[in-house]
């Protein structure tokens, strides 16, 4: 179905002043789905209000919690928890949902979730999470595209990852953690947010040595415990932000409640494309660009390396350079799609499998363009605010799964931007 809703921006105008980063998603998605390890009352600070937290609620409201915002802390209930079953209705809008696969084994020894489906920046299989939670002693069949997952008794075990993937190396803490005797998870993934959730768990009780490092030690306990948390910062929003002073000559805003260490390879890159930064204090950082932009090389990785969910937005940075840059994209096979938007807008940027050519700078003149996913969806906001003219972007509902307030957050940095919505 064609969205209805749309965001309007009038470009072309410097933006200028102070914005504040919010929660990190996909810190909060893994914290929300660990509140059924075990039952009680959690509060978690600092959470975004962004529609895949909403569809996570969601799913734990109907498996038996209770949930409130109450300011800025969410409130969770888990104690009234009686289901098990992950509704398709639900889960289907967001491949996190399979979140629920590790944390139900782990919580409630069973579950049912909704295989995922592709999406638009690829396959994504989840053979790797299957993998992992049998060998830590789980059954786990398909029945009707749900994933059943049995776990009566899960057992530690040494599990080697394929990959270093994040949802994975989630799943396996959270049912690892509960399990009888060590886990050892090698090959794991350091991104900050599985640092976080780890560190989540271990407030709850759990026994986890090697968080950010590729090996991590988990001694399995019988009972966890509930707690209070603060979800860290959104490195993906905070870069977002920090690519928009590049888009305008002399532009300058400053980002506050930055994660810095979580952006060390960006924020370097930033830099050798000729950006200024300055550091305010530890989390606020001042982003000028002052004369031309410089082209560069970009090759997404796993932490510590540049982050894919960051590479449209640099992307659209890009096309303001000085010569030809080349990304690629070792994560996701399909995330290039917004490339053909940008085109429409004037760029000049040419696909070859899993790379891109940006040859810059060009000047991008609004036009109608469509979001394909999060992240270029966000890449389509930024080109429209450096675009002469009126650029209408279409399907901002997936924009809404990941950035909290963005219209009054791009206003107040003087942006011209507004929603449609049509009923
Ligand atoms: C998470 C993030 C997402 C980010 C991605 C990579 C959340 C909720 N989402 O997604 O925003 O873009 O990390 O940083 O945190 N793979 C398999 N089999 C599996 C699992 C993964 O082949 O069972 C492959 C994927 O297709 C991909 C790679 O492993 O090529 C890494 O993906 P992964 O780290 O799992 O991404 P997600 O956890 O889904």
Redesign the pocket.
Known sequence: MESMKKYLIKGGKPLRGEVKVSGAK?AA?PAISATLLAKGTYRLKNVPRVRDVFVMLSILEYLGAKWEFEKDILKIDTSGIFKTEVPYELAHQM??SILFLGALAGGMGEGRVPMPGGCAI????????LKGLSLLGAEVILDHGDLVIKAPKLKGATLILD?P????TENLLMASVVSEGETVIKNA?R?P?VVFLGEMLKKMGAEIKGLGEDTIYIKGKKRLKSVEIEIIPDRIEAGTFMVIPGLFEEGEIIVKNIPVHYLETPIQKLVEIGLKIEKVDKETLKIKRVGALKSTKIFTS?FPGF???LQPQFAVLLTQAEGISIITEN??ENRFLYVFELNRMGADIKVENRTAIIRGPTSLEGSPVKATDLRAGAALVLAGLCAKNTTTIYNVELIERGYENLIDKLKNLGAEITLESKK
């Open positions: 996909n998605l491949r996190a690829g396959k994504r299989p989840v053979d790797f999470h990959f993937s994040v949802t994975t993934a991104e947010e796993p982050p894919t969910d994560l996701f």
